[in-house]
């Protein structure tokens, strides 16, 4: 069964930095590609980036270009969501997703705030 959990939101302050976790187990984690996502109040959810299987491959919408960075560590089925330069307009609740399914996680809720 697979099973996604994502940690690491929190309240930060405009210009600040968070990194998200999202830890998977119950399928093969170093042949798939992660997608983040995230979905504010009263909005749609929104693809932020995915992640390839070796990590080398990365695409980031255009919310997180330049600002966020993916990265994953396959020994420990863990993917990262380094933000940085943190906006208002980034606070909503954060999901990882497991490609071609509709396996989400819980989310993790991310408030930029001053």
């Known amino acids: 069964q697979v099973h996604l959990v994502e940690s690491g939101g929190g309240l930060v302050q405009p210009g600040g930095s968070l990194r998200l976790s999202c830890v998977a187990s119950?399928?093969?984690?170093?042949?798939?590609?992660i997608m983040w996502y995230r979905q504010a109040p009263g909005k749609e959810r929104e693809f932020v980036a995915w992640?390839?299987?070796?990590?080398?491959?990365?695409h980031y919408g255009d919310s997180a270009l330049g600002r966020f960075t993916l990265a994953r560590d396959n020994a420990i089925n863990t993917v990262y969501l380094q933000m940085n330069n943190l906006k208002l307009e980034d606070t909503a609740v954060y999901y990882c997703?497991?490609?071609?399914?509709?396996?989400w996680g819980q989310g993790t809720q991310v408030t930029v705030s001053t």
């Open positions: 992640i390839g299987p070796s990590g080398t491959n990365t």
């Open positions: 119950g399928f093969p984690f170093s042949e798939k590609t």
């Open positions: 997703k497991l490609t071609l399914s509709d396996s």
